[in-house]
T-cell receptor, first 112, second 114 residues
Framework: DAGVTQSPTHLIKTRGQQVTLRCSPK?????VSWYQQALGQGPQFIFQ?????ERQRGNFPDRFSGHQFPNYSSELNVNALLLGDSALYLC???WGQGLGAFFGQGTRLTVV | GESVGLHLPTLSVQEGDNSIINCAYS??????FIWYKQESGKGPQFIID?????DKRQGQRVTVLLNKTVKHLSLQIAATQPGDSAVYFC?????????????FGKGTHLIIQP
């Protein structure tokens, strides 16, 4: 049974560019949440997708957007990248907007 | 804003000893708490959770204690092993308002001395 999978594992982008990160939830899960983790900090909630809609959003600008597909997988898009967007981006899945989220290994994004 | 925080950034213990990692939270609406373990280069790994209607929950070698009066949470790890070395985060969520993201503290780095 595959857990939460994310791709790519590492990514380097130039300031001003756009990036798309991908997540497949754990089998049986239908809810995907995205988190940003800066170095030495705890993860910060970006947003959550359930039934293909954004249900909750943290304190992140509109440059951060997402999508959930009918198979429950999800994408995180970040436009107009800033150096401060460099972080580990984590995807977590759960069932029915549920609790106790299971995390993927993350995508390490470096903006230069 | 309200947030979850940890008392110590680093905790060093001898192999075989018990470890206690503490966490303070300030959101009185929080009713569900989770402890995560994060090893270098990996995502957070679920360890144990507890709901606000409980004050203690035990797992395999781990115990979580919740004191709602002082808004304090702790994780006890028995007979600490080298593989327990990691950063430990507490996270909280207020479930009453519907779907909410987890709020994480900054983490405690647990170091196991041989």
């Amino acid at each position: 049974d595959a857990g939460v999978t994310q791709s790519p594992t590492h990514l380097i982008k130039t300031r001003g560019q756009q990036v798309t990160l991908r997540c497949s939830p754990k089998s049986g899960h239908d809810t995907v949440s995205w988190y940003q983790q800066a170095l030495g900090q705890g993860p910060q909630f970006i947003f959550q997708y359930y039934e293909e809609e954004e249900r909750q959003r943290g304190n992140f600008p509109d440059r951060f957007s997402g999508h959930q597909f009918p198979n429950y997988s999800s994408e995180l898009n970040v436009n107009a990248l800033l150096l401060g967007d460099s972080a580990l981006y984590l995807c977590a899945s759960s069932w029915g907007q549920g609790l106790g989220a299971f995390f993927g290994q993350g995508t390490r994004l470096t903006v230069v | 804003g309200e947030s979850v925080g940890l008392h110590l950034p680093t905790l060093s213990v001898q192999e075989g000893d018990n470890s206690i990692i503490n966490c303070a939270y300030s959101n009185s609406a929080s009713d569900y708490f989770i402890w995560y373990k994060q090893e270098s280069g990996k995502g957070p790994q679920f360890i144990i959770d507890i709901r606000s209607n409980m004050d203690k929950r035990q797992g395999q070698r781990v115990t979580v204690l919740l004191n709602k009066t002082v808004k304090h949470l702790s994780l006890q790890i028995a007979a600490t092993q080298p593989g327990d070395s990691a950063v430990y985060f507490c996270a909280e969520i207020a479930t009453g308002g519907g779907a909410d993201g987890l709020t994480f503290g900054k983490g405690t780095h647990l170091i196991i001395q041989p």
